[in-house]
């Protein structure tokens, strides 16, 4: 079975600060992985994804992510947060080699950015 | 473009009534639909999954139910509720495993 571990429950910057959100996952197979955001008041939505190639992709509004197979891990970062950011962030995993789909989250993190 | 739609946005039920949630998806053909529940301050809890249209899969043994009556509609249901079904729910479509999910907006339920 898959499980995803967000290291911080709430982290809050001052904006122009560098973010670095932790994310560890535990499958034993090949993996997509995924970053989700949800923007008070709004939706979930996809923010970011990796399921092969280059294991630094980036996504929507600056953000990007780094999967380093030998760590398990997939951080997603920023190198300059706005006040806009503030939101909660999810960590997502799948298998591949399967046709479900069904993605393993983390408890999620909520990031607070101060103006 | 692909769309879903969720609905009701909230609902509040007596203990012991029935469900019906539904869920519906455009602009796209055979997705992978999930219902998901979301706690206050956990992550998101898949409840069921399906591939076509009548093939249901169920993660976590509980008071609810699904169906795929459609291609593109899903319902999740209970004959009767308990206070533990209260919750965030959310429905979310995927063509492939890669593809990453698309979610609705999510229906509050709250039992009393």
């Known amino acids: 079975a898959q499980s995803v571990s967000q290291h911080n429950h709430h982290v809050i910057l001052s904006e122009a600060a560098s973010l670095e959100l932790g994310c560890n996952y535990s499958y034993g197979g090949t993996v997509n992985l995924f970053w989700y955001v949800q923007y008070p008041g709004q939706h979930l939505q996809l923010l970011l994804k990796y399921f092969s190639g280059d294991p630094l992709v980036k996504g929507i509004k600056g953000f990007e992510a780094e999967f380093i197979k030998s760590k398990f891990s997939f951080n997603l970062r920023k190198p300059s947060v706005q006040w806009s950011d503030t939101a909660e962030y999810f960590c997502a995993v799948n298998a591949q080699n399967t046709n479900a789909g069904k993605s393993t989250f983390g408890d999620g993190t909520t990031l607070t950015v101060k103006p | 473009s692909q769309t879903i739609h969720q609905w009701p946005a909230t609902l509040v039920q007596p203990v012991g009534s029935p469900l019906s949630l539904e869920c519906t998806v455009e602009g796209t053909s055979n997705p992978n639909l999930y219902w998901y529940r979301q706690a206050a301050g956990r992550g998101l809890q898949l409840l069921f999954y399906?591939?076509?249209?009548?093939?249901i899969s169920s993660e976590v043994p509980q008071n609810l139910s699904a169906s795929r009556p459609q291609d593109r509609q899903f319902i999740l249901s209970s004959k009767k509720l308990l206070l533990s079904d209260s919750g965030f729910y959310l429905c979310a479509w995927s063509l492939q495993a890669g593809y990453g999910y698309t979610f609705g907006s999510g229906t509050r339920l709250t039992v009393v």
């Open positions: 399906s591939v076509g249209i009548g093939q």
